[in-house]
């Protein structure tokens, strides 16, 4: 316990390991989103990013949150440099 407020069901939920914890910590932060809290949604997608720097999904989300607390310069320039990246290496795939 933090604060003497018991964790978020959130935050216990979201999975751990190599695998799944960057998208088990994007959604989580959707799950904050949701509910309200941008920062804790915040802080949750930049973990995500700290483990999966390629993780569009949180790299969107932090976007979206940052622009709601008008603060969204530098998330809305990595999640557009990330999915121009994730464009290209589609049409070189193809």
């Known amino acids: 316990m933090r ?7 959130f935050a216990i939920a979201e999975p751990r390991g ?23 949604a915040e802080d949750r997608y930049v973990q995500a990013l700290r483990v999966d720097p390629y993780a569009i ?11 709601d607390r008008g603060m969204g310069e530098l ?5 557009k440099t990330l999915l121009r990246w ?6 070189r795939s193809s």
């Open 18 to 40: 190599p695998i799944g914890t960057a998208r088990g910590c994007a959604l989580a932060g959707e799950c904050f989103e949701r509910a309200g809290d941008p920062v804790l």
């Open 3 to 9: 604060g003497g407020r018991p964790p978020s069901p």
């Open 57 to 67: 999904s949180a790299a969107r989300g932090r976007q979206r949150v940052r622009a």
């Open 86 to 91: 994730g464009r290209e290496r589609q049409t």
């Open 75 to 79: 998330a809305d320039g990595y999640a």
